[in-house]
């Protein structure tokens, strides 16, 4: 009876709920419960893969703290890839085999701390956890996930100095931290890696921008919301052909915009709002010709806003408020043009409404303006540019609609320096007649209906899982002249919480899903992985046209190819609060 006995006992063991507890071993035993038995399982795994992908997923059930959703649920067992969020495909290196390709356990709401094990996973080519509130710091053990294509930890609580280990991962391509307490300086390698997406926004990182900048070959760089002090480097102007959308508001930033900026032909998005720069808009403004949303509110520019940027062909929305401008062209008055977008209150503009103090005017543009170390000063000449096509439009969008106000009308005053018109590109738009635009000080126009730029979009998610919160909209390109498709990023759409009050006009970083004009912040989401595979980064996945990379749907796709980055934004995020807040802002 004895021996019938504790057989009994051992049956009732396996099926009592409190006997839940599940570990396997390196020597192909399954413990259960306080390890008094331990069953040989060897043959219960395909492969070896699949064995050491349970053990690593059995760590990480361990190390989670809540799991409210019950997301981590069936990860019972040794079907691993029947678990919930994990995605198998055939092994990039044996067809033969499946492997666990991918993790996406965005927006589960989850708390824990990723366990050393996770760097066993070392067939996943995407690791999403956007919108979680895991903790603690990335383990040294990721450096083990070779081909690792995407990864998005944004939305939750780590913390620590930028995880320079993930710069050791030879196929990373899309790299999320945005809104965690990483702090510290930005490491000079991060832009020296062949990365096509870098979202750093809503942390805690004091530093410069390293003058290696511009070596990035990135189409998204936001690193909004941060305390990056210093200058914009020079550098930025090799990323010209590359970067679609540069997000750095609501830093520290000081000097002058470089004028190298007006290098980058194909940048549609470029957001410097809330920092400290002074002096002039640099010249040569009219080379930004797939400019879509620019905005410069909150800081102490000064001078003309010229035409040669209000009349840019695919421009719709313009913000230059809070600032201290005295002058302006016509075209850059609100309604100027059909479809732009102009906010430009609490400026200089003499006898115009919403407008600065006279007394302050006077005291801020007497001072001095220094460009600081490292910046353009404001007596260096124009960068080399290539030369535009040859055309005879002085104004690419015609001539500007200048309606009479009842307001009284502005005195402008003339430009210190006006250079000899330049020759336009022949893809503008011709003016309506020869003569000249009227002058700004005949009549004031009429404000615009569409006063207020767009909101910052935050990432839409896909299926179950996305992204998190904001980055910068972008909206649909009006290409002037063909260009080469990119790989587009899109920033997040719904801003998370402000951090400060921000002029009713002022745009932000705005998160991935919509568009980016403002800077409420959202991170882009990585779009989960289609239903059929992860995606496998061996080779390099063609550029959408969109700036914003399409998501994986559901699971990774399979085959050998590279998996196209999902950049697309996803649904917002649930709102985190976090210290310092965020002020306001596709979709980086």
Not at 478 to 487: A, I, L, N
Not at 502 to 511: K, L, N, T
């Amino acid at each position: 009876m004895k021996p019938f006995g504790c057989f009994l006992l051992f049956l009732s063991l396996l099926i009592s709920p409190s006997f839940s507890h599940v570990s396997l071993h390196n020597n192909n035993h399954l413990t259960l419960g306080n390890g008094a038995f331990e069953i040989g399982l060897s043959s219960s795994f395909p492969n070896p893969r699949l064995r050491a992908a349970y053990t690593a997923l059995q760590a990480w059930k361990g190390a989670i703290y809540s799991d409210p959703y019950n997301f981590t649920g069936n990860w019972v067992g040794p079907d691993v890839c029947a678990y919930k969020g994990v995605f198998c495909e055939q092994a990039l290196d044996d067809p033969t085999i499946t492997v666990v390709a991918g993790v996406d356990l965005n927006h589960a709401d989850i708390a824990g701390h990723l366990p050393e094990e996770i760097g066993d996973l070392t067939d996943i080519s995407l690791l999403h956890l956007n919108s979680n509130r895991f903790c603690g710091v990335i383990p040294e053990s990721i450096k083990k996930l070779k081909i690792l294509y995407e990864l998005d930890v944004s939305n939750n609580r780590f913390v620590g100095r930028f995880p320079e280990v993930v710069l050791s991962l030879p196929e990373l391509k899309y790299l999320d931290l945005r809104y965690n307490d990483f702090e510290g300086e930005l490491p000079s390698k991060l832009f020296d890696k062949d990365l096509d997406a870098i979202f750093l926004n809503s942390n805690r990182f004091r530093s410069t921008i390293p003058e290696n900048f511009g070596n990035s070959p990135a189409s998204v760089v936001v690193i909004a919301d941060n305390n990056i002090t210093g200058c914009i480097p020079s550098s930025i102007g090799n990323m010209a052909g590359k970067l679609d959308e540069f997000i750095a508001a609501d830093n520290i930033l000081t000097g002058c915009l470089p004028e190298e900026i007006t290098l980058l032909n194909t940048t549609t998005v470029f957001d410097v709002s809330n920092n400290k720069l002074v002096g002039d808009l640099p010249r040569g403004l009219e080379y930004l010709q797939s400019l879509e949303i620019i905005n410069i509110a909150k800081n102490k520019l000064r001078s003309k806003v010229p035409e040669s940027v209000c009349s840019l062909p695919g421009l719709k929305n313009f913000t230059y408020s809070y600032n201290y401008f005295d002058n302006r062209d016509p075209e850059c008055f609100r309604n100027a043009f059909p479809g732009l977008s102009v906010e430009d209150e609490e400026n200089c503009f003499a006898n115009e409404a919403d407008m600065r103090s006279e007394k302050e005017c006077r005291s801020v543009l007497s001072e001095k303006v220094d460009c600081g170390a490292g910046c353009r000063r404001p007596t260096d000449g124009d960068s080399p540019k290539p030369t535009p096509p040859k055309g005879d439009s002085p104004h690419p969008k015609g001539e500007p609609v200048i309606t009479p106000s009842p307001k009284a009308s502005p005195s402008p005053k003339t430009p210190k320096v006006s250079p000899s018109p330049k020759p336009t590109p022949s893809h503008r738009k011709q003016p309506k007649s020869d003569a000249p635009p009227p002058k700004a000080s005949k009549t004031t126009p009429t404000p615009s209906p569409w006063s207020q730029p767009p909101k910052a979009a935050m990432p839409p998610s896909t299926g179950g899982s996305v992204p998190p919160k904001n980055v910068v909209p972008t909206p649909t390109k009006t290409q002037p002249q063909p260009q080469p498709s990119k790989g587009s990023v899109s920033p997040p759409t719904t801003a998370p919480p402000t951090k400060g009050s921000v002029p009713e006009g002022s745009s932000q970083a705005q998160a991935p899903a919509g568009t980016p004009p403002s800077t409420s912040k959202a991170p882009p989401t990585p779009a989960a992985p289609k239903s059929g595979g992860v995606p496998s980064p061996v080779q390099k996945p063609s550029k959408p046209s969109a700036p914003a990379p399409e998501p994986l749907n559901g699971v990774p796709p399979t085959g050998k190819s590279q998996p196209t980055p999902s950049f697309t934004p996803s649904s917002p995020p649930p709102e985190v609060f976090r210290s310092p807040p965020f002020p306001h802002h596709h979709h980086l």
